[in-house]
């Protein structure tokens, strides 16, 4: 579990709903717990204003946590500077409000804000404060490669407490003569060959149930979600640092996920090519996700 936790609220249902998904994947045994509220000034009312709402939503919430007012220019950038200076393994914030119930959804400036964090982002999905039930279902976005493996580890983790079952999915993608709307005979051939292999990838895996499926990745990983409570995704391999790199398939499903999604930080090249040092990494997941 997360032992070092950042919540965006703003005195709205989806920060309510971050909350509780933030208790939910906190450490029981010595988590903790930081509300934070971004607003724009600076003057002593605004102050005064933002400390009685963290106040309010802290009681409300029943949660122990420690309350920090942020100025700053947009949400977004006002919690990516405190889980910097927190030290946060994970920031969680609520879904986007003109979203569709049930949906994980970012509005723009969040979501382009947050791309690049230091830690894990999870969104929950709207209306989980009503219904904060145990995750029992967990859903990976896995694929082999050694972000799809740290993610693994990572819902593995958060599986062990309550018993929760673990699921992959492996998106066979669509090649791009597809949209033409003609496969050649060869190209149908192929596809069965790559569902066979990534069928018995699955299967190597213990503990999980596997699925494959031929698709957008986007797309079937969303669907994935209805069955689920929480889908984890890892981050694309740019560039040296342990970042939260969105590649296309994460920035959709910040749009579209159908249930609370767990963006983890890029796995380090070093990390990626050193077999042990990606078993090192998920032994000590999640407590130490910065992948």
């Known amino acids: 579990m997360f032992k070092n936790v950042l919540v965006g609220v703003d005195g709205r249902p989806n920060g309510r709903d971050a909350i509780a998904l933030a208790r939910t994947l906190s450490d029981p045994a010595g988590g903790k717990l930081t509300l934070a509220y971004v607003h724009r000034g600076d003057v002593a009312e605004e102050r005064e204003d933002s400390h009685k709402l963290l106040e309010a939503e802290r009681t409300a919430a029943g949660v122990d946590a420690e309350l920090l007012s942020v100025v700053a220019a947009n949400p977004g950038h006002g919690l990516h500077q405190q889980a910097e200076e927190l030290g ?141 409570d929480l889908l984890v995704v890892g981050s694309r391999s740019y560039g040296p640092m342990r970042r939260l790199v969105l590649g296309s398939t994460s920035a959709y499903l910040q749009r579209h996920a159908r249930c609370s999604l767990l963006a983890l930080p890029r796995v380090a090249t070093s990390q990626a090519q050193d077999p042990m040092a990606l078993s090192d990494l998920q032994a000590r997941a999640p407590a130490g996700t910065h992948a």
Not at 181 to 188: C, F, K, N, V
Not at 197 to 214: F, I, M, N, Q, S
Request: with cysteine; proline share 6%.
């Open 88 to 228: 946060a393994d994970l920031l969680v914030v609520g879904s986007c409000a003109h979203g569709a119930f049930g949906r994980a959804m970012l509005g723009d400036d969040t979501r382009a804000a947050l791309n690049g964090a230091p830690c894990a982002v999870a969104i929950a999905a709207r209306g989980y404060a009503q219904h904060p039930t145990p995750i029992a279902k967990i859903g990976v976005a896995y694929n082999g490669s050694p972000e799809s493996r740290a993610a693994l580890a990572v819902a593995q983790e958060l599986a062990t407490p309550t018993r929760a079952t673990v699921h992959a999915l492996e998106v066979v993608a669509i090649p791009t003569v597809a949209y033409t709307g003609i496969l050649p005979p060869e190209i149908g051939e192929s596809i069965d060959v790559m569902l066979k292999e990534a069928d018995d990838r699955l299967k190597e895996l213990p503990g999980v149930e596997g699925h494959t499926v031929y698709g957008l990745a986007g797309e079937e990983l969303a669907a994935f979600g209805d069955q689920l």
